[in-house]
């Protein structure tokens, strides 16, 4: 299995990293993809992954949450980093739009999305994209930029059958399932039965979003089996399958193998 999307340089960790990868190995995690949040949180994610070099695989983008009136010097400083380390990173993320707490920002969000989009475009990286109640705007963002040159996946996907249909018709996205389609009211596992495994690609999205039956507590990547389980169950096949294909599907998006 890949974790695509895991926060496990952030401080919630701390002083634990190695207990929490050595657990992950253990579960059957063979890689685990880093999203970055803002500047703050660049030294933490390159310190992780340079001390795991081939199984902490860093991305480097601005949260849409993390925006405030210094966004255009925070992606100045972000651009800078991949410029310099241009090899170093697996994709472009966490980026999007969140317009679930607070629309204050709206248009720098799409602004700052849009500018990330470039970036992927320009170092042909995919895009780890946050959009929460804000599909359509998303959507709307990549087809300006260019939706044929763009390739990633909606991480932690949490829309309806409607928002689902948007994303497979930008032909080169997938979705991201973390711990929701365990959760016991969740919709999930009925609006994601209307795509086929080929669009999906697992994630935890540690420490958020921590699955059933360990609702309530820290989430980690050792937990991404119990993500596969369900969708073994969901799609009806075996557990080996879903870990076969999710895998396959993770490395030819962030071109890992």
């Known amino acids: 299995m890949i974790d695509t999307h895991a926060h496990i340089y952030s401080k919630d960790f701390e002083n634990e990293y190695e207990e929490v990868i050595n657990r992950a190995r ?24 340079d001390k795991n ?3 902490c695989l860093p991305m480097i983008g601005l949260h849409p949450t993390s925006l405030d009136t ?18 170093k990173y697996v994709g472009i993320g966490e980026i999007g739009m969140d317009l679930y707490w607070d629309k204050k920002y709206a ?3 799409k602004l700052a999305f849009e500018e990330q989009l470039r970036w992927a475009i320009e170092y042909d990286l995919p895009v780890s994209i946050h959009s929460r109640n804000a599909v359509q705007e998303v959507v709307r963002s990549i087809k300006n930029i260019g939706a044929e040159s763009l390739r990633g996946v909606f991480h932690g996907f949490g829309g309806d059958t409607n928002d689902l249909r948007k994303i497979i018709e930008l032909k ?10 365990t959760f016991k009211n969740s919709t999930m596992p009925t609006v994601l039965k ?19 039956p360990y609702r309530g507590k820290r989430n980690e990547p050792s937990y991404l089996p119990l993500v ?20 396959q599907n993770a ?5 890992l193998a």
């Not at 080169?172 to 389609?181: E, M, P, Q, T, Y």
């Open 26 to 49: 253990k579960a059957g995690v063979k890689k685990i993809l880093l999203p970055n949040i803002d500047t703050e949180s660049i030294n933490p994610l390159h310190k992780l992954a």
């Open 53 to 55: 070099p081939t199984y």
């Open 70 to 87: 210094n966004w255009k010097a925070d992606l100045a400083l972000i651009k800078k980093f991949l410029v310099d380390n241009r090899d």
């Open 107 to 109: 248009v720098e969000q």
């Open 172 to 181: 080169n996205f997938k979705i991201g399932v973390n711990g929701v389609i």
């Open 194 to 212: 209307e795509v086929d495994l080929s669009y999906i690609i697992l994630e935890t999205d540690s420490p958020y979003l921590t699955p059933a």
């Open 228 to 247: 596969a389980t369900k969708l073994s169950e969901m799609y009806n096949m075996s557990i080996e399958e879903v870990i076969e294909t999710t895998t």
């Open 251 to 255: 490395n030819k998006l962030f071109r």
